[in-house]
């Protein structure tokens, strides 16, 4: 493998424009924000540069991480997108949300670059999947819309080598860079945190639309295949009416094959007054989209096989039996078919070998080890 390609001037980032009134603003997402010179985002990692880059905004965790992991693509979580596949995941730092419940707020609200302990060029990190196996990279841990320009240049180097891509977001995105950026994706986990403008407003200091606008852009104008996950967050987003509205939503704007994942919240960041979230918190919201016409929906960050499991939508047969992240069971065809009755499964298949399954496995990847 070859050495990482050397990163030593700033990076110039896309989607901005200058105003008449002297600063400069990012177009990237719906916050708009406007700078003056020197001065950073909302996501604290775009920013208006000084002297020769004054007007130009610039990305300055473009090849550099907090971090890379190989994980199971159910972690991410993905369980109908080649399941028991390995992916190399990475994130940087910052974000441009605000959640107060984040539970990766050691790596999305960081102010201080030292975590940024890893570095690696596109090519390294395609190079990386390549040999430890993996059928794909994700871009998570914090959110990949802010620093796309990296994320979409890995993306093209690892289609290059045959892997596949997947965003790991919020979905708070522009339309402009949410086409170009999603171009280069094959799979997404979108955070639809709740379905109520007030929640986001009030517990993340954005907007529900914008979401609603990424995922209805996701199904009706993308081949890309994505799944959605909401954080059940005990008294803020989990009555019966807000889960029944969001389901009814995903039904009619997106189809019943879109798979719904429902998490447990355990106290963190500026949120640790709020309790987990209980097991019959997450089976309820589960009974409720069932009820409503949805066709897989999951229950996560709880031991639940049949939460975890997939289930054919014709026959009712448990076509992948899951523990955790472990395969217990696989009945679905190289082409997407339930061994039982030959019904369509939604999602990304291929010919599968359970033991050869990735498992539970986390492992630790530090890239400079990679690179020679």
């Given amino acids: 493998m070859n050495a990482p390609e050397p990163m030593d001037r700033p990076y110039v980032g896309r989607w901005w424009h200058m105003l008449e009134d002297g600063r400069l603003q990012c177009d990237l997402c719906p916050r708009d924000c406007r700078l003056h010179e ?10 208006r540069g000084e002297g020769e880059f004054r007007d130009q905004m610039l990305l300055t965790t473009y090849g550099r991480s907090s971090g890379f992991c190989v994980d199971p693509i159910e972690k991410k979580p993905l369980n109908q997108f080649y399941p028991g596949t390995s992916v190399l995941s990475f994130g940087t730092a910052g974000c441009n949300l605000a959640c107060k419940f984040c539970q990766n707020w050691d790596i999305s609200k960081s102010r201080e670059f030292d975590r940024l302990t890893d570095q690696a060029a596109p090519g390294a990190i395609a190079r990386a999947a390549a040999q430890m196996g993996c059928k794909s990279v994700a871009f998570t841990y914090n959110d990949p819309v802010i620093f796309a320009e990296y994320a979409m240049d890995v993306a093209d180097a690892c289609h290059e080598l045959g892997i596949q891509t997947v965003a790991v977001t919020a979905g708070y995105m522009h339309d402009t ?143 992948i039996a899951r523990d955790w992240y472990r395969i217990l069971d696989y009945r679905v065809s190289g082409d997407g078919r339930c061994m039982e009755c030959g019904g369509a499964v939604a999602g990304r298949y291929q010919e599968f070998d359970l033991k050869k399954a990735f498992g539970p496995r986390r492992i630790p990847v530090r890239m400079a080890e990679t690179s020679h």
């Fill in 38 to 47: 020197g001065q950073r985002g909302l996501c604290f990692v775009r920013m």
């Fill in 177 to 319: 860079a949410r086409r170009e950026f999603y171009a280069k994706m094959d799979a997404a986990n979108v955070d639809l945190k709740a379905f109520s403008d007030d929640f986001y407003f009030k517990l993340t200091g954005a907007h529900l639309a914008p979401v609603l606008d990424t995922l209805q852009y996701l199904k009706r104008e993308t081949d890309v295949w994505f799944e959605i996950t909401t954080l059940l967050i005990p008294g803020h987003n989990d009555s019966d009416a807000e889960l029944e509205a969001e389901c009814r939503w995903i039904v009619t704007e997106l189809g019943p094959d879109v798979p719904l994942h429902f998490s447990a919240f355990h106290p963190d960041w500026k949120m640790t007054d709020v309790p987990s979230t209980p097991t019959k918190t997450l089976a309820r919201a589960r009974d409720i989209a069932v009820r409503i016409g949805l066709h897989y929906v999951y229950t996560g960050n709880v031991h639940d096989i049949e939460g975890g499991t997939t289930y054919c939508p014709h026959c009712h047969h448990a076509v």
